[in-house]
Nanobody, 126 residues
Framework: QVQLRESGGGSVQAGGSLRLSCAAS????????MAWFRQTPGKEREGVAAITNVRGILYADSVKDRFTVSKDDAKNTLYLQMNSLKPGDTAMYYC????????????????????WGQGTQVTVSS
């Protein structure tokens, strides 16, 4: 059973927009700690945006003012609206749900996340 399923990736030109969705199973969704990460080949996975209960909404500096993370707790779904996309945003994007101890420590660090989706590819051409 897939616990986190991402969708919405694709190929766009620079300046375009995409909206990613992450549908979570009820026993996986963590309303206090959900996040988006991304990874390109040969590089470490980096936190893009997180919704946390204690620290609020967090963004990586590289996506501030361009990306917006949101969630719908009734649907167990996390979203990432990506505007003004750049070629540097090209990556596999992953959804992640916070682990059992993430309530106070949830952020953009991988260590706090216990469940990951399989990813959705975003490709931005110049």
């Amino acid at each position: 059973q897939v616990q986190l399923r991402e969708s919405g990736g694709g190929s766009v030109q620079a300046g375009g927009s995409l909206r990613l969705s992450c549908a979570a199973s009820a026993n996986t969704y963590n309303p206090y700690c959900m996040a988006w990460f991304r990874q390109t080949p040969g590089k470490e996975r980096e936190g893009v945006a997180a919704i946390t209960n204690v620290r609020g909404i967090l963004y990586a500096d590289s996506v501030k003012d361009r990306f917006t993370v949101s969630k719908d707790d009734a649907k167990n779904t996390l979203y990432l609206q990506m505007n003004s996309l750049k070629p540097g945003d090209t990556a596999m994007y992953y959804c992640a749900a916070g682990g059992a101890n993430s309530y106070f420590r949830c952020g953009l660090e991988e260590v706090e996340f216990g469940t990951w989706g399989q990813g959705t590819q975003v490709t931005v051409s110049s």
